[in-house]
């Protein structure tokens, strides 16, 4: 039996090797900051591509219709410039209950402006605008009416049936002038006003004196649907 000798406690195993520790260098701090610089404007950029890709369907359109017009005929209506988005407001319903403003984007909208009472000037316009959006065809999915009722008068009761399918609205009218206004020289209540489906004001109408001219207002709704059919789509 062969004993333990001290000379083979003091030899290392060949299989035991020292730690190799491998000192890396930090960063220096100004590389540091160009870097974190770098990955923002990369940010930027992306952020800016993307909206520039969202938007860009709409701006189209609206380049189409206004700048290249294939028919090279002149728009009736009057392109509103810059566009006024549509405000964050709380309004109400004919039967006084709240809803968002807002609630109305997603559709065209044809928007006519008075007081609750409507006048002959008023029912001609209200009129106008259900003829002009039958007159759509099929694309009048696309589109809706809303009257948006600027006093607290009550709206006469001979008027509903009409307004059936329509939105009508009260809204103050002192919220109202800061997003819609007429032409100079006359009232809010003559024109007729196109919002596209974000929620933008982007289209005046002149006063529709004749059946000729809401032949022309019905002409230039008729391009503007044509020139968005790529991006927008009939209901909410």
């Known amino acids: 039996m062969s004993g333990f000798k001290l000379s083979d406690a003091a030899r290392p195993d060949e299989g035991d090797q020292p730690l190799g520790l491998t000192v890396h260098s930090l960063p220096r701090p100004g590389e540091a900051v160009a870097d974190d610089g770098r990955r923002k404007v990369r940010g930027r950029w992306k952020m800016l591509l993307v909206m520039l890709v ?70 001609r316009q209200l009129y106008l605008q259900r003829q002009l959006r039958e007159g759509l065809g099929r694309d009048k999915d696309r589109v809706d009416r809303v009257w948006l009722v600027d006093d607290a008068a009550p709206v006469t009761a001979s008027l509903l049936p009409a ?3 329509a939105a009508v609205l009260r809204v103050p009218a002192d ?29 005046r109408f002149p006063p529709l004196a004749s059946a000729a001219d809401a032949a022309r207002a019905k002409r230039d709704v008729e391009r503007l649907l044509r020139a968005s059919a790529s991006w927008d789509q009939p209901g909410r």
Not at 104 to 111: D, S, Y
Not at 189 to 194: P, T
Request: aromatic share 10%; hydrophobic share 40%; glycine share 10%.
């Open 54 to 123: 969202c938007a860009a369907p709409v701006v189209a359109s609206y380049f189409t219709y206004y700048v290249v017009r294939p028919e090279g005929r002149r728009s009736f209506g009057e392109l509103i410039e810059p566009q006024r988005p549509m405000p964050l407001l709380q309004v109400r319903q004919l039967d006084g209950s709240p809803v968002g403003l807002q609630s109305l984007r997603g559709q065209w909208l044809m928007v006519a402006v008075a007081g609750g009472a409507c006048d002959a000037r008023c029912e």
């Open 163 to 165: 307004l059936k399918g």
């Open 175 to 203: 919220e109202l002038a800061r997003w819609l206004a007429p032409a100079d020289g006359h009232r809010l209540d003559e024109h007729f006003y196109i919002v596209d489906p974000q929620g933008n004001w982007m289209l």
